[in-house]
């Protein structure tokens, strides 16, 4: 991630879908911040989850190794590293092995037919390959596994200042929930690992997933739409000074860098569009008792001139429909030119709830970077009086 989007807390990712591991490195965050192992790892097993996920997910069960960073249950100050092992490496050792190799397995494997949708023909092109298998490893939405993990650290410091991130289904297809879902709501279906796709209206879901089952049923895909909510959010974050530093933007490419990702809604960005400004934008009152502004509706989605104003931070990813098809779209082939069909190997066929789980990690970057700017320090006691002293001026405005 460029260094403009994420300036305090920086990361970044490596490794191949079937290769050995994924791993992040994650610097930036201050020292004295209690680590949650257990907490990573049941961020880890929230991606792993939702109805229409494909066969990889029962091989895998991925977990935080702490290599660096973290010492006695905190982190040091130090750069933080993760490793995630992917147990599918024992079935790809020999055909994606790190050394050269003649091996059949290999060359068995080579991808010249790419899907499209994917990134298969682009980068190969751009990268020179008649194989897309090189391409397709790091492309895939496996990538999103180190991001949660990353992510998970985000959120541990952000929970030290109240702030909670949380996601939920909104639309698969176009079967969608109608009603706005309250932070309860959400809350309380984050934490039941058994929703089959998070969203929080049973009767919606059960559409939704006759939706997915129909997908199966006919070697089809299906997207949809999931939304982050990020409660109790100081106002204050980000700025309206300068393009890059407002946190609109920021959380609109971090969102929009998830795999499939193909538009990012703030608030009620889509409707504001074709409604007059009366009906827009959020009223604004003062509660003399409680010392404290107040809105009337958050469709600003607690985001104003780049810049967070207190209300919960609202925003949607669209998902288009992935792009590995049990039956193919066709296409050409990248060595011959000849007209064959996609490749096919084994794939999910609805990712929206796991697509909400990689969205929290990033808008909780995002986040966490944005209150390390504000509030910064090399401690955490030391962000905490400032975080503090800051509360004090907001409250004594
Ligand atoms: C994924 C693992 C992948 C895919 C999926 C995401 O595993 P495999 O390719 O071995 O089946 O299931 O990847 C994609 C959606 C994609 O387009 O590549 C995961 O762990 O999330």
Known sequence: MADTLVNMLRFYTAGESHGQALLTFLSGLPAGLRVDLEFVNHELHRRQLGYGRGGRQKIEKDRADVFAGVRHGQTIGAPIAVRIENRDWANWEKILSVEATDAPEAASRKLVA?????????????????????????????????????????????REFGTEIASHTIQVRNVRLERAATWDEIRAVNADIDSPLRC??????????????????????????????????????????????????????????????????????????????????????????????LRASNRAGGLEGGITNGEDVVIRGFLKPISTLRKP???????????????????????????????????????ADAFLQKFGGDSLAEMRRNFESYAKQIDEF
């Not at 106002?235 to 959380?251: I, M, N, P, T, Y």
């Not at 971090?254 to 569009?273: F, P, R």
């Not at 779209?329 to 066929?349: F, H, I, N």
Request: proline content about 3%; overall charge negative.
């Open 114 to 158: 790419p899907r499209p949708g994917h990134a298969d023909l682009a980068g190969s092109q751009k990268f020179n390959f008649h194989d897309a298998r090189y391409v397709l490893e790091r492309a895939s939405a496996r990538e999103t596994a180190a991001r949660v993990a990353a992510g998970a650290f985000a959120k541990m410091l952000l």
């Open 200 to 293: 929080v209206d049973p009767t919606v879901q059960d559409k939704m997933m006759s939706e997915v089952d129909a997908a199966l049923k006919a070697g089809d895909t299906v997207g949809g739409m999931f939304e982050i909510v990020a409660h109790k959010v100081p106002v204050g974050l980000g700025s309206h000074a300068q393009w890059d530093e407002k946190l609109d933007g920021k959380l609109a490419q971090a969102l929009m860098s998830v795999q499939a990702v193909k538009a990012v809604e703030i608030g009620a960005g889509i409707l504001a569009a074709g409604s007059f400004g009366s009906a827009v934008q959020d009223e604004i009152s003062y509660d003399k008792s409680a010392r404290k502004f």
């Open 329 to 367: 779209l066709g296409t050409a082939d990248m060595v011959t030119k000849e007209p064959v069909q996609a490749a096919y190997e084994r794939s999910d066929w609805c990712v929206v709830p796991a697509g909400g789980v990689a969205g929290e990690a990033m808008v909780a970057l995002v986040l």
